[in-house]
T-cell receptor, first 111, second 115 residues
Framework: GEDVEQSLFLSVREGDSSVINCTYT??????LYWYKQEPGAGLQLLTY?????DMKQDQRLTVLLNKKDKHLSLRIADTQTGDSAIYFC???????????FGQGTTLQVKP | NAGVTQTPKFRILKIGQSMTLQCAQD?????MYWYRQDPGMGLKLIYY???????DKGEVPNGYNVSRSTTEDFPLRLELAAPSQTSVYFC??????????????FGPGTRLLVL
């Protein structure tokens, strides 16, 4: 079945770059998403990438997609303490609207 | 726009009790979803709806029911609450089920504790 895997934890120092990785199994995914969840809050869309793209940049965020390896990454440049949160990748396909989420990566940013 | 709203924010239930988690959106979205998030886990889809009057099961529907009588509202019903239903429940909505408009907007969540 469809599955999305992420590493569970990443710790970086303020100002460094963070790279959060994700692998997925459904080759028919049309869009891949990154969501951010701050403590006690719902998920907030950060960015998404269409499956025929290799890269998308949005200010401090860079998304890389390797469709052959079914690997997605999110790079946050100049990571700030306010970036501390749980980051979820998700894949979507077809027209059902259903998303498959990974288990989330907790990003800890140390001052 | 208020976006996606959920009530209550937190609830404690006794085993065997029932309750309804409310969800509403004011973005005129056709698609609505209910997820549960267990500690250290990703979100699992419980039920979803592609429009008023149409609902379908997700990955973990057992123990839950939904209805969609209007575009705006998508309540989730728990009958005979069990400790395994202790979780954080998120409601989400999206305009369509395809393309970039698949983007789902989430409510703030309802924390449910079943004792």
């Amino acid at each position: 079945g469809e599955d999305v895997e992420q590493s569970l934890f990443l710790s970086v120092r303020e100002g460094d770059s963070s790279v959060i990785n994700c692998t997925y199994t459904d080759s028919s995914s049309t869009y891949l998403y990154w969501y951010k969840q701050e403590p006690g809050a719902g998920l907030q869309l950060l960015t998404y990438i269409f499956s025929n793209m290799d890269m998308k940049q949005d200010q401090r965020l860079t998304v890389l997609l390797n469709k052959k390896d079914k690997h997605l990454s999110l790079r946050i440049a100049d990571t700030q303490t306010g970036d501390s949160a749980i980051y979820f990748c998700a894949e979507g396909s077809g027209n059902t609207g259903k998303l498959i989420f990974g288990q989330g990566t907790t990003l800890q940013v140390k001052p | 726009n208020a976006g996606v709203t959920q009530t209550p924010k937190f609830r404690i239930l006794k085993i065997g009790q029932s309750m309804t988690l409310q969800c509403a959106q004011d973005m005129n979205h056709n698609y609505m979803y209910w997820y549960r998030q267990d500690p250290g886990m990703g979100l699992k889809l419980i039920y979803y709806s592609v429009g008023a009057g149409i609902t379908d099961k997700g990955e973990v529907p057992n123990g839950y029911n939904v209805s969609r009588s209007t575009t705006e509202d998508f309540p989730l019903r728990l009958e005979l609450a069990a400790p395994s239903q202790t979780s954080v429940y998120f409601c989400a909505s999206s305009f369509t089920g395809g393309g970039a408009q698949e983007t789902q907007y989430f409510g703030p969540g309802t924390r449910l504790l079943v004792l």
